[in-house]
């Protein structure tokens, strides 16, 4: 009898010791799989991405939450002062998206010297919530400044999961 209380306990609270962790923002504490993940991308990530720029590939995806986000973006992270991931539920369930494209409308950038030239932009980043609403994070240029190595991580918050 406490055997078979302890598999139907178990199994109430959806538990394994392998399980993914993200959370589902609805307030229930379930986990959302990697996949779920990638489907925010490939939907409403690259909607998003593609009001900007020509998509070529999804190369990276992140697992999140919006209080991660949030935490992450008001850090310094360019181009948000005023995130919108402050306005969901810590818990909820985001995607981060790195798209390679092409013809990336962005801003202009600082001020460059008399004869200095700058790689165009070929990368951006999208962040992508399970209510399917996306928002631009930044655009990339891989290469620059000078001497800049490229990692995607560096485009999504220090507590999220890479899963593509």
């Known amino acids: 009898m406490l055997v078979v209380g302890a598999v139907v306990a178990l199994g109430a609270c959806g538990g394994s010791a ?3 962790t993200g959370a589902s923002g609805d307030g229930s504490g379930t986990i959302r799989p990697a996949s779920a993940a990638v489907e925010l991308c490939r939907g409403a990530g690259r909607q998003e991405a593609e009001t900007v720029a ?8 992140f697992r ?3 209080a991660d986000m949030a935490a992450w973006r008001a850090s310094g992270a360019p181009n948000d002062p005023h995130t919108p991931w402050r306005d969901r539920p810590d818990d909820q369930f985001v995607a981060v998206c790195i798209f390679d494209a092409v013809d990336i409308q962005a801003p202009a950038g600082p001020a460059m010297e008399k004869g200095e030239t700058r790689p165009p932009y070929d990368k951006l980043s999208v962040g992508a919530a399970e209510d399917a609403t996306a928002k631009l994070l930044t655009t990339i240029r891989p290469d620059w400044p000078a001497g800049k190595t490229y990692a995607p991580e560096d485009y999504a918050p220090p507590d999220s999961e890479r899963v593509k």
């Open 64 to 66: 999140a939450r919006a």
């Open 18 to 20: 392998n399980t993914p």
């Open 54 to 61: 020509t998509v070529q590939t999804l190369e990276a995806v």
